[in-house]
């Protein structure tokens, strides 16, 4: 039953991300949880703490992507779940990519989130739109 409420839970956070609302996944977040982001494109980076999460997260939203949950694996009691999750999002006609997320949650808490998708397509949407990445960083 844990396992799929929070699979669930989990799928609806990321539908609000993308639709710029990213307060349910922040609720589940540890204050000192810590994001990173693969590669060399202005997405890329480590962060530590909820309100830069939220900074990424909101940027992200600014995209308007099309995000897709393939599958949620989730393993491990409450006090040590490991969520694996495999992804698809576009923006537009011209990105489009797969990844997966692995999230290491403590006690219903997420304290840790590691992107891993191919970040070369990312450096070159940049390239091809600096215009679009570059607002979405103001």
């Known amino acids: 039953m844990y396992r799929r409420l929070l699979a669930s839970g989990i799928r609806l956070g990321y539908r609000r991300v993308v639709a710029g609302k990213p307060r349910l996944v922040l609720a589940?977040?540890?204050?000192?949880?810590?994001?990173t982001f693969p590669g060399d494109n202005s997405f890329a980076g480590t962060?530590?703490?909820?309100?830069?999460?939220?900074q990424w997260l909101r940027r992200f939203g600014t995209l308007k992507p099309t995000f897709e949950i393939d599958d949620v694996l989730v393993a491990g009691p409450p006090w040590?779940?490991?969520v694996a999750l495999t992804f698809t999002d576009a923006i537009g006609e011209d990105y489009r990519n797969r990844g997966m997320e692995?999230?290491?949650m403590r006690w219903g808490k997420v304290e840790q989130i590691d992107v891993h998708l191919n970040t070369e397509t990312i450096s070159r949407w940049e390239r091809r739109h600096?215009?679009?990445a570059a607002a979405a960083v103001a």
């Open 28 to 35: 589940l977040c540890a204050e000192h949880v810590q994001f």
């Open 80 to 82: 040590n779940t490991r």
């Open 102 to 104: 692995y999230l290491r």
């Open 47 to 54: 962060w530590h703490g909820k309100q830069p999460l939220e």
């Open 130 to 132: 600096p215009e679009i």
